[in-house]
């Protein structure tokens, strides 16, 4: 489903060059469940931005379902990650003068439908905030907010669900909540990529990818 | 949710930012507004219905005794009236004179009653100014008459009036305006020339000067000396007093124009793009995740761009009504010749309702490009 070759990202910072990954290849199976680890800085939040057609990489190729992520147009890219991609991040990002049932419903393509009016609702049934559907994400707890960010990812059907540290900022209890969302989306047949360096989702990941210095130092 | 709630809803959110741009806008277009008043009712100013006061240059025969011109109010002395043809055809864009009109003026008695006959030809102006003649048109078979005139004769609008052995009606209600007007019947130069058996013979020619130079700047030199050189058989006088006032406040409406109005464009301008540039600052990480989720650049530059013209709109209908009251409260003591002129125009909502939004998105571009632009990746890693 997803394939990196020879995956290079540099950047430039206070006059010199930084590699954040180097010459990574590697192949995500659909349906399997990845878990990135490695230290603060070895390039695992650059890994996944670059398989999401966030992050245009210095050198290599991604492909995504068999099409180059980036030889594509910035349109066709941006609908690319609409239709199958869903993105969860530490800080929730979520949009603060919109409601979560609106959080939810800008994920969605063009103006919402009638059917994606009723996804939402049941997103919002299924991760327990159905009731708060008209408040606003300043009015949530941390787990509550990741938990919208979780469902807003999952509005379109994604095929794969990229993570980054989702649960870097929730307790242990809501840390394995939001994890039991992914497992459940796994179980459902989608891919998912999980940054963390925690050790709740290990159990259920087929595969634990260690990054160091940029590199695949573990497979 | 369609792109227009996003706006107002982000608009509320961030009530502060949006109030400064709105405040910025509506400034803008209050100083429009009230510039555009000012101008309408100086225009306005000059075609009062009370005609001297509006023409303030006299072109008179050479051979006029000025003492006598002054007593009695106009020339004994004639002159041909194809010279205001010469004259007119002189117009041209870089006019220093304009609105010019034959006249022929004389005292003339009917029943008793002693009046001023002034009749007066149609009225000539410099090509491609799309300026209106000033003064009013007299329609053939019609008269105006001033009110002692009315008082006297106990005539009204709408009665006959009998001018040697030719009849007329009389169209203006005959309101006192405190001038020799109020012992004047205007009459239409042709129907004068036939009464005073003077055919083809003007005896004045009025312009209005348009150097609008004050007296210490001379203009009366420069008048004689272009008219002069088009009708060498004339003399060019000008009422100073009222030329004077009109010049002043002319100039003191070029210098808002020149000064003021660009001013507070550009710093209105410089005002809402920092607000605006703030405003894409507070919303990286929105527009990163907007990114992430799919969104395009274009549906991002909308979100900026609409938001620009939403307030834009706003502060048009705000911004024509603070212009309006400020023009009509301040207007007077600025500009105190066109006080009485200065009236509202509610046509100017209309246009800066076009006007403003287009002002406020062009503002906003730079700053929309700015947000179009980011590196969505970078804004996401912030924490």
Known sequence: ?219 | MSPWSQIIREIAFRKWNALLMFTGLAAVAATISMGKLIAEADERETRRVTRDMGFNLRIIPAETDLGQFYRDGYSRRMMDASLLDRLATSLTNNVEFNHLVGTLRHEYTINGETMMLVGLSETYVAPGQGKKPMGFKIKPGTVHIGSEIARALKKKKGDKFHVGTASYEIVNDAIETGTQDDITVFMRLEDAQATMQLAGKINEIEAIDCLCLTADQDPLSILRKTIGEILPGVQVVQKRVQADARAKQRQTRERVNQFVLPTVLLIGALWVAVLFVINVRDRRQEIGVLRAIGKRGGQIAGLFLGKAILLGLAASVAGALLGTWLGLQFGPELFPVTKNAIKPNWNLVSQLAVAMPVFAALVAFIPTTLAVSQDPAASLRED
């Open chain 1, 1 to 219: 489903m997803i394939h990196c070759s020879e995956l290079t990202k540099k950047f430039r910072r206070n006059g010199s060059e930084v590699v954040s990954l180097d010459r990574v290849s590697l192949e995500i199976g659909a349906g399997e469940f990845v878990v990135v680890r490695g230290p603060s800085g070895s390039g695992k939040t650059t890994l996944l931005l670059s398989i999401g057609g966030m992050q245009q990489p210095s050198a290599g190729t991604v492909t995504l379902d068999g099409e180059n992520l980036y030889a594509m147009s910035s349109t066709e890219r941006a609908r690319a990650r609409a239709d199958k991609v869903g993105f969860v991040f530490q800080m929730f990002h979520l949009v603060p003068y919109l409601s979560l049932l609106e959080n939810i419903l800008l994920a969605s393509p063009a103006w919402p439908s009638a059917e994606a009016r009723t996804r939402a609702n049941e997103l919002l049934e299924q991760f327990g905030l159905a009731k708060r559907a008209t408040h606003r994400p300043d009015e949530l707890s941390a787990g509550e907010r990741q938990r919208l960010a979780v469902a807003r990812a999952m509005l379109n059907r994604p095929g794969v669900l990229l993570a980054d540290e989702p649960t870097g900022n929730l307790d242990p209890e809501n840390a394995a909540s939001v994890i039991g969302h992914f497992t459940e989306f796994h179980k459902a047949g989608g891919t998912v990529v999980l940054v963390t360096h925690g050790t709740a989702a290990d159990s259920v990941a087929s595969r634990v990818i260690r990054l160091e210095q940029g590199r695949l130092a573990g497979d």
